[in-house]
């Protein structure tokens, strides 16, 4: 007997040891390789090397590209930096339910299968030491044992692996680190991010024209590869064109995010099953959220709980907001209409307080966008010279300069009328009206984002699948106000090896009819001027403008390719006078540098401040000729004033006839003195008119009685001499009737 018991213990000893060290080198194998590969899976194109993941980081934000930072380990020690960075990468949350997860309890079961498979209680129950102990007991000493064998240890963790949904994001590798290097492996970092997070790295200044915000963004979109498989548009509204949108000094990223946010825009990610990408989804209303089961709001207990898929530690958190948004602009096209606009979408609403007043949001109308035919630039169809409402008299498109005097002193002629360079903004009549972009429009979107922002909850969650955009209900939640749920801002979570994936959230509640906006980003301001040049056709000789006297500019900035004389929006030219018809203004021809100033700083509202000398244009006035003041034409049309002390002159001069009017000191081309007084001359004919008088004399009189003998000349005697020198011209009289003359001068100097 004591030989079988020591028998017994030996062989019992040796089935623990087996057991227990099969149990725990399944359960560590299954733990490695089981929940370090398939709770996180992280797959890299191109890489072979296998990685464990350790840790999970992840930041995803409403409006913004995510991103989540991971840490793992490779048994590959070398791993390279072209291995990761830009390469597209996926990573999968894997909860236990999922394929991957399956494997693990499989790979564990059988890791203790194995053991078992060639039960050593079987060989223990023929040795003989037992066969001489069944014989001498009824009941056989190893069925408490064989009940052990019967319990499999991963059963648990089967059941609480068998409840979950995955998670899977697509995205490309931007940050790559190496943290440490041991004898087994090497641990590593990455950052996963949405593909539009490479926008980030192209920074641009651009011009776009006659698109709309939309259009814009798809436009840039495009430019970076993305197809109609990559973005979706879930758009309520229809955005009209906007005359001029620039990009200045802006990541495509940010340029993107600001044009959809100044229009209410949000944008949000979601995963395409059947492609197996990103994608973008861009909306303007509540049913653009992603509509996701029910949550359940439960606290959890313990370190485990079942698996289940809650959210817990939920606050609420308020603030008075504006009662109403005041919005104002300025449109020089229709310079008497109102533009002054206040909206409160919540009149109501005892928690605002206060006005929020915008200025400056950049439209047209107050209730329609501008595009509506109601006479503001209603030049479009004009050609150049057809101005005014047909009231040329008042504008200068006539050169008539006849002898009657009448002179309509008209220098735009229609020279230019083979050039159709009337104004073209606000094309897009066509597409008006709906309000969109308008002042009241602007100032509801802003009061829309206000009140999106009164209330905000905070929440943990264990569910891996929750993303900024969802719209979903909490069952069970204390918390007022949210029956009809919550949409996801901004979601942060963190999971590791051995624990879950956990997540905070903020969310706003949702409310129908009343969509989230995004905070308007503030566009780049340009401080100063910008360079660019007067542009035309066809290289005009003289300058091409529209009907209200604007000119077209290519910016030196801008790197797009246009056709000549469209390069940019009609632009209007600072003058220091102006005024209803009037004011002071010299054409500016293709070619000519100008300095483009910009209204309140806004990129997309620019004018011509001035027009500058260059290299290829130098100066008429220089070191060479400091004392002159010259005012001179492309066809050499001049006034000049110099002002060298003692040597003072003018000279007003045309090409034409070469007729000129020089007045004090006269100087000829090498400026030598040629003499002094005054000189009129001209290469055709001449003509002097006075309807009242003409007086001529070789007398100098002080300056202040000149006037008095203009206005004092006796007609009388100026008629009598008049009809003396008539009279002897039709009679052939002999010119001593000419003696009486000297009675008329004695008569004109008692005068």
Same mark, same amino acid.
């Given at each position: ?521 503030? /566009? =780049?301001? #340009? *401080? &100063? @001027?910008?360079? $660019? ?5 066809? +290289?005009?000789?003289?300058? !091409? %403008? ?39 203004? /010299? =054409?500016? #021809? *293709? &070619? @000519?540098?100008? $300095? ?5 700083? +806004?990129?997309?509202?620019? !004018? %011509? ?143």
């Amino acid at each position: 007997m004591k030989y079988i018991e020591d028998s017994m213990d030996k062989g019992l000893t040796n089935l623990v040891n087996q057991l227990g060290n099969g149990l725990s080198w399944g359960l560590k194998q299954g733990l490695v390789n089981g929940v370090g590969h398939n709770r996180y899976t992280l797959n890299i194109d191109g890489l072979s090397a296998e990685v464990s993941i350790l840790q999970v980081e992840g930041n995803e934000q409403l409006n913004q590209p995510w991103h989540y930072t991971i840490t793992f380990t490779s048994s590959d020690k070398q791993l390279s930096v072209e291995s990761f960075l830009n390469q597209n990468a996926r990573l999968s949350f894997n909860p236990a339910n999922s394929s991957r997860l399956s494997d693990f309890t499989a790979k564990g079961l059988n890791a203790l299968n194995s053991l078992t498979s060639a039960n050593p209680l079987d060989a223990l129950k023929q040795s003989e030491p037992l066969k001489q102990l069944d014989k001498l007991k009824q009941s056989n000493p190893l069925d408490s044992l064989n009940s052990l064998t019967q319990l499999n240890p991963l059963n648990s963790l089967n059941s609480l692996l068998s409840q979950g949904s995955s998670r899977t994001l697509y995205g490309v590798i931007t940050q790559f680190s190496q943290l440490s290097v041991s004898n087994d492996e090497a641990r590593y970092q990455v950052v996963l991010s949405s593909q539009l997070a490479k926008l980030a790295l192209s920074h641009n200044c651009a011009i776009f024209q006659n698109q709309s915000v939309i259009s814009v963004v798809e436009e840039v979109l495009r430019g970076h590869g993305y197809t109609g498989i990559d973005y979706r548009l879930a758009l309520k509204e229809q955005y009209p064109e906007r005359e001029f949108i620039t990009q200045w000094q802006e990541s495509d990223l940010e340029f993107i995010q600001r044009l959809l946010a100044d229009v209410g825009v949000y944008f949000r990610f979601e995963t395409h099953g059947e492609h197996n990408c990103d994608v973008m989804v861009i909306s303007d209303y509540e049913q653009g959220y992603q509509q996701v089961a029910d949550i359940v709001y439960k606290q959890p207990s313990g370190t485990l709980d079942n698996g289940v898929e809650s959210v817990w530690d939920i606050t609420l958190h308020s603030q008075m907001v504006e009662a109403s948004v005041q919005v104002q602009d300025y449109n020089y096209r229709d310079a008497q209409a109102n533009l002054l606009g206040n909206v409160n979408s919540q009149q109501k609403d005892n928690t605002t307080y206060g006005t929020d007043y915008r200025y400056d949001e950049h439209y047209k109308g107050l209730n329609t966008n501008g595009d509506s035919n109601n006479g503001i630039d209603s030049d479009t169809n004009n050609n150049n010279g057809d101005d005014d409402d047909g009231n040329s008299g008042d504008i200068d498109t006539d050169d008539s300069q006849g002898s009657n005097g009448n002179s309509n002193d008209n220098d735009n002629n229609s020279d230019n009328s083979g050039n159709n360079n009337s104004s073209d903004i606000d094309r897009n009549q066509a597409n008006t009206g709906n309000g969109v972009e308008s002042g009241e429009w602007y100032a509801r979107i802003r009061h829309e984002h206000a009140i999106s922002r009164q209330i905000v909850i905070r929440g943990k969650s264990n569910q891996a699948n929750l993303a900024p955009g969802q719209h979903i209900r909490i069952k069970g939640s204390a918390i007022a106000g949210i029956d009809e749920g919550v949409m996801i801002l901004t979601v942060q979570g963190q999971g590791n090896r051995s624990e879950a994936y956990e997540l905070s959230f903020t969310a706003i509640p949702y409310q129908p009819l009343k969509p989230y906006r995004p905070e308007p980003i503030p /566009f =780049p301001t #340009i *401080d &100063g @001027t910008l360079p $660019a040049r007067v542009t035309s056709p066809n +290289n005009d000789t003289y300058g !091409y %403008i529209d009907t209200q006297g604007r000119y077209r500019v290519k910016f030196n900035f801008d790197l797009k390719e246009w056709r000549n004389g469209e390069e940019s929006l009609w632009l209007r030219l600072a003058k220091p006078y102006a005024g209803s018809t009037y004011g002071f203004h /010299f =054409p500016l #021809i *293709d &070619g @000519t540098e100008v $300095a483009v100033a910009f209204t309140n700083g +806004n990129p997309d509202r620019p !004018y %011509i401040a001035h027009a500058m000398h260059d290299s290829q244009h130098p100066d008429h006035v220089t070191t060479i000729n400091k004392h002159r003041n010259v005012i001179r034409t492309p066809a050499n049309n001049k006034l000049r004033m110099d002002d060298k002390r003692g040597q003072e002159h003018i000279k007003l001069a045309t090409e034409y006839g070469k007729t000129q009017l020089n007045i004090g000191h006269l100087v000829d081309q090498n400026k030598e003195q040629r003499g002094e007084g005054f000189e009129l001359r001209t290469d055709e004919w001449g003509a002097i008119a006075a309807n009242k008088g003409l007086y001529i004399t070789s007398q100098t009189e002080p300056r202040h009685r000149v006037n008095n003998w203009i206005c004092k000349v006796p007609l009388p005697s100026l008629k009598m001499l008049y009809q003396l020198l008539k009279h002897c011209k039709m009679q052939q009289l002999p010119l001593k009737p000419m003696a009486q003359i000297p009675t008329v001068k004695s008569n004109l100097k008692r005068h």
